[in-house]
């Protein structure tokens, strides 16, 4: 569908999106009042959230005005466990009240067929949410009996070649740019050449802004699941992203065997162990989580980010930019960025459904629906450098020229460290974001207004007076964004959009799996806190010769076709939003 058609659609959906403005179920008479007269705490069972606890701040005042409810997250990246917490949750026969998650690899299936999920169909029944039924059908349609079990998150308008990043791409060369201007601005040809900058930048900041010692890369375990999560991000900068055990090339060219000598996952390990022994890499990696990671980042005690959503969003303060420090990208000059395409259908890796226990799925579908509205979408999504707008009228108006940011939006969404009204709870902004980790659409799609949700593209902001860090960096990257940058210099690769699900797997091949994850998972994490080389060689060949003789290749055989039945699905996503533009749809 052509963007203009797409803002035709939402612009005529807006008149009723207004008329259903605020709750539909048993409204009272009073207009705003909520409809819910009981006080519910709801178990939200999310694979994707870095949070754990009762959400806060001023997006829980917005969930609890609305809904009268409160939501407890429960998060596996940092309880730990991964599926243990998951397999013992299944076998009491209730997971949570509300599941983010993912749906492939059979966990659809299997939620449907243990009774762990309702089907939504008759709770959403015209519900403005269903403007995306051909997406939510499409994912359902793989179960039976027929019904609507999950939402898939990440629904776009956009060609499945249009970047799903704003700004910046999910992956890249994040690092301290007031260092590296110090440096003079060093060439670096390859991912190798990182390590004697980053050491160089290590001793022009030895210490963080509250005395700690710094290093460049300060590595966490929550992620881990097929292999080293931290490990596999460089095999990103290089256009290759992972399916089970393989690492596969955007555009279908390549796949590699993360065991194979000459794999990326192999070279990043090797990169990490060179780090270490030169100093770069935090000590206490293998025993913290993300968020501890998170604190460093906000304290200036780390170097380098692969994720600028992670690095940038925690030190480049509106006050650290004006003072020209702050975490940006730096060219290497052999990279090709991989970058995720917009998908029609959502993506099934983040779904969100209601638990069979699930005391009020009425209430719960409501919640829902609001997080797919326009108002939902831009409050679930905020959060400090990057995200959408969050809310109306307090961090943004609209103008006649359009949307703009408000002197508080400014400090809000650039800065993070600024005092909630009371109104909103109080309170810090940054920790009253949404703990969800779950975004309904992408950020560059078009609100009703005809305006991206992301701010960080909106005119206003693009033309905001810049600071010092930005001047700096655009000064001599010649270039307004990173986007830009990429673009014009050829240095990212779009993995075009699909919905493709990796379909379940027989028990044996299961279990070769989990036997096989634990060595390389293991091994990976001794093999770059190794003493010397040798060590390290050593290591890599125990981890080869232990995994083969668990069925390694029988499983990589599996993965192989999944990678490759992607690709598939990715061409023929081409093919339809080809075919629909040729129809002038």
């Not at 909520?34 to 001023?58: K, M, R």
């Not at 070279?267 to 293998?286: E, H, T, W």
């Not at 270039?479 to 027989?506: F, K, R, W």
Request: proline share 4%; hydrophobic share 35%; glycine share 8%.
């Amino acid at each position: 569908m052509k963007k203009k058609s797409v803002i035709r659609v939402l612009s005529l959906m807006l008149a009723s999106v207004l008329m259903m403005s605020g709750c539909t179920a048993g409204r009272k008479e009073k207009e705003n009042e909520c409809p819910y007269e009981e006080f519910i705490v709801v178990d939200v069972f999310d694979d994707l959230a870095n949070f754990q606890g009762i959400q806060s701040g001023w997006f829980a005042k917005v969930v609890k005005d609305k809904f009268n409810m409160e939501l407890n997250i429960i998060a596996p990246n940092v309880a730990g466990g991964g599926n243990t917490l998951y397999e013992i949750r299944s076998a009491a026969g209730n997971l949570g009240d509300l599941l983010i998650g993912s749906s492939d690899n059979g966990k659809l299936e299997e939620l449907v067929r243990a009774g762990l999920i309702i089907d939504m169909k008759d709770y959403l029944k015209d519900k403005q949410i269903m403007r995306y039924e051909t997406a939510i059908r499409e994912l359902n349609n793989r179960v039976s009996p027929d019904g609507i079990y999950v939402i898939p998150a990440e629904l776009s308008g956009n060609s499945p070649l249009t970047p799903s990043e704003t700004s910046d791409l999910t992956y890249g060369a994040y690092l301290r740019w007031d260092a590296y201007a110090q440096l003079g601005y060093p060439e670096m040809e390859t991912l190798e050449d990182l390590l004697p900058v980053l050491k160089d930048m290590q001793e022009l900041i030895p210490y963080g802004d509250t005395g700690n010692p710094t290093y460049a890369f300060s590595l966490f375990q929550d992620w881990d699941r097929h292999m080293m999560n931290n490990a596999k991000q460089p095999a990103c900068l290089y256009g290759y992203d992972e399916i089970g055990y393989v690492l596969a090339r955007a555009d279908g060219s390549d796949y590699q065997s993360i065991m194979d000598e000459d794999s990326l996952y192999i070279r990043a390990l090797k990169f990490f162990f060179d780090a270490n022994q030169m100093g770069l890499v935090d000590p206490d990696s293998p025993t913290q989580n993300y968020d501890s990671v998170f604190k460093k980042y906000e304290n200036g005690d780390i170097l380098f980010s692969i994720w600028p959503w992670q690095g940038q969003s925690a030190y480049n303060t509106l006050e650290h930019k004006e003072e020209g420090k702050g975490l940006m990208f730096a060219p290497i000059q052999d990279m090709e960025i991989f970058s995720y395409g917009c998908k029609t259908g959502g993506n099934p890796q983040a779904v969100i459904a209601i638990g069979s226990n699930a005391k009020d799925p009425q209430r719960l579908a409501d919640f829902i629906d609001w997080l797919y509205s326009p108002e939902g979408i831009r409050l679930n999504s905020a959060r400090t450098q990057g995200g959408t707008a969050g809310p109306e009228g307090l961090t943004w108006e609209m103008t006649e020229e359009g949307p703009v940011l408000t002197e508080f939006g400014v400090q809000a969404l650039l800065n993070g460290n600024v005092e909630m009204p009371e109104e909103w709870g109080g309170g810090i902004w940054s920790d009253g974001i949404s703990a969800l980790n779950f975004n309904p659409v992408m950020q560059n799609d078009i609100d009703p207004n005809g305006y991206p949700y992301s701010y960080l593209m909106w005119d206003s902001v693009i033309n905001m007076e810049v600071t010092a860090l930005d001047r700096s960096w655009r000064e001599y990257m010649n270039a307004d964004s990173t986007m830009e940058y990429l673009q014009q210099n050829h240095m990212m690769i779009i993995a075009p959009g699909c919905s493709y699900i990796v379909p379940g797997e027989s028990s044996e091949i299961s279990t070769m799996r989990s036997q096989c994850t634990t060595i390389i998972l293991d091994y990976s994490w001794r093999m770059i806190f190794a003493e010397d080389e040798e060590t390290f060689y050593t290591l890599l060949d125990t981890m080869q010769n232990k995994v083969n003789s668990l069925g390694y290749e029988e499983v990589l055989a599996v993965d192989m076709q999944n990678a490759q039945a992607q690709n598939e699905a990715r061409q023929r996503a081409l093919a339809l939003y080809g075919n629909e533009e040729a129809l002038g749809n």
